[in-house]
């Protein structure tokens, strides 16, 4: 009885493979992909060359920015800066889950999950979000709880709880593919040398464990909100201070007084949340969210004018009608002709043909990689970059960021396409905002050449 079994579930096995493939080779089926690709508020920058750099006179004999032909790949990108509102919902999110981490410790049932759907216990924790906190703070137990959340009685300007911003700080883990990639690194190395008895002779420096490529950073993530005042010492910006950030009347402008880390730690949580959505539906994940390389802005913000010098392609800074096209410091400092005194909201002005907004002046935009004079001269011209993640102990020339687009504060220079600028990652300015990419997954022109039409459907 049981061999008939067996030859049964055989031959069901066999008829199963042969149902499905026909004997070709057809590759995994049935792999699920979001069906919407675009991310929301991204706009597609088809992949293509272009002339980096400066196609101009070199005006201040920097020689910064000589010319060079590059090759990108497409990738999506934020159609405006983000703004203080998409940012919020950043703080608010890290805000609640260092509440429910709180709240877990004295009542793990309701806001912590334990157990899987198979009711194994989990190796940590992990947050119950469809349990509502009671910000009221009515419950005597989770009111002090809470407590270490908020500014010390000692410290509160008036008798009222206030969240401490100094306890924002997000915990993430990213892997450093950069010394991964490195020949002592290598795998296959590795392994060649474990045939040969000797797993790390020859590597003082060699990886022994994988793990040691993910690194861990904790960062406070709140903005600089006095950065109006210590930009500016004498001139008066309590206002901007006290509201920029905070009042519903800024949602929609830029946010400002952001670090580079601070930027990298938003970019990496976008991912996360974005990925923890698709992976609860059965999709692939997408690719990571990062801050756009030196080489995709200056692209991006050419709009496909081979040469432009603004966004919007011509030579000059208003339009036909006289206008202003930008927000900028135009004329010998008449703020006001722009239309914005200092930042404005989001696509005030038009896009460029890429339809990308504000990639010419209101907030200069932080940059993946590091700054260094000479690194045309020695970058790749296939998707140029030049990164290097500094640590708190580099000296400050490495701790130099690229910011490009110019800002509401700066003259018509310094918004052009090519020109090149740079702020230490540690600093937040009242003129420094940032914009996410994301790379294109799969082909951008036509289709596969391995269309459906040759693959077995039963």
């Known amino acids: ?20 493939d026909n004997g070709e080779l057809i590759g995994v089926q049935n792999r699920k992909q979001f069906e919407d690709m675009q991310p929301y508020g991204m706009v597609e920058v088809p992949q293509g060359s272009f002339m980096m750099g400066s196609s101009d006179e070199d ?12 090759q990108l790949n497409s990738f999506w990108m934020d159609e405006t800066e983000i703004t203080n509102n998409e940012y919020r919902q950043f703080v608010y999110w890290v805000r609640d889950s260092i509440a429910y981490k709180l709240l877990g410790e004295i009542n793990p049932q309701k806001y912590l999950i334990e157990v899987d759907q198979y009711g194994e216990e989990l190796p940590e924790a992990l947050i119950n979000w469809r349990a509502k906190i009671n910000w009221d703070l009515t419950n005597a137990d ?4 809470l407590d270490p959340l908020f500014i010390p009685s000692e410290e509160r300007f008036y008798n009222k709880k206030q969240i401490d911003t100094r306890k924002l700080n997000y915990e993430y883990y990213w892997i450093d593919y950069n010394t991964a990639a490195k020949k002592e690194h290598n795998t296959g190395i590795e392994l060649a040398q474990e045939l040969k008895g000797s797993a790390f002779a020859g590597r003082p420096n060699g ?3 994988r793990k040691q490529l993910i690194k ?13 005042m210590h930009d500016y010492a004498y001139s008066y910006n309590d206002t901007y201070t006290r509201s920029y950030f905070s009042h519903p009347a800024y949602d929609n402008y830029p946010v400002v007084g952001i670090t580079y880390k601070q930027a990298q730690a938003f970019s990496r949580w976008r991912t996360f949340i974005m990925n923890n959505f698709l992976e609860s539906k059965d999709f692939s994940r997408m690719e990571d969210f990062r801050l756009p390389t030196e080489a995709e802005w200056e692209y991006a913000a050419k709009g496909g004018a081979p040469g432009a010098p603004y966004p919007w392609g011509g030579p000059y800074v208003r339009n036909g009608k006289g206008c202003f096209i930008a927000n900028y410091k135009p004329m010998r400092g008449n703020y006001d ?13 038009a896009p460029n043909d890429f339809g990308l907004y504000d990639m010419a002046g209101n ?8 700054f260094d004079e000479s690194s045309y001269n020695f970058t790749h011209d296939l998707n140029q970059s030049a990164r290097y993640q500094a640590t708190d102990d580099d000296s400050p020339q490495m701790k130099r960021k690229v910011i490009r687009g110019g800002s509401w504060k700066d003259q018509k220079h310094f918004i052009q396409t090519s020109t090149r ?9 009242s003129y420094l905002g940032f914009r996410c990419v994301q790379s294109y997954i799969g082909r951008v022109k036509g289709d596969n050449p391995k269309t459906s039409s040759n693959v077995y459907k039963n």
């Open 1 to 20: 009885m049981k061999k008939l079994i067996l030859i049964a579930s055989l031959a069901l096995f066999a008829v199963g493979c042969s149902s499905s």
């Open 59 to 70: 005006l201040y004999s920097s020689y910064t920015y000589q010319p060079r032909t590059v």
């Open 142 to 145: 989770e009111r002090e709880a």
């Open 207 to 209: 990886i022994k464990n």
């Open 216 to 228: 861990k950073e904790i960062i406070n993530i709140y903005p600089d909100t006095l950065c109006w």
């Open 337 to 349: 002709n722009d239309g914005g005194v200092l930042p404005v909201v989001v696509a005030h002005y």
């Open 363 to 370: 907030v200069s935009e932080w940059c993946e990689d590091t």
């Open 421 to 429: 600028a740079y702020e230490y990652q540690d600093s937040g300015k």
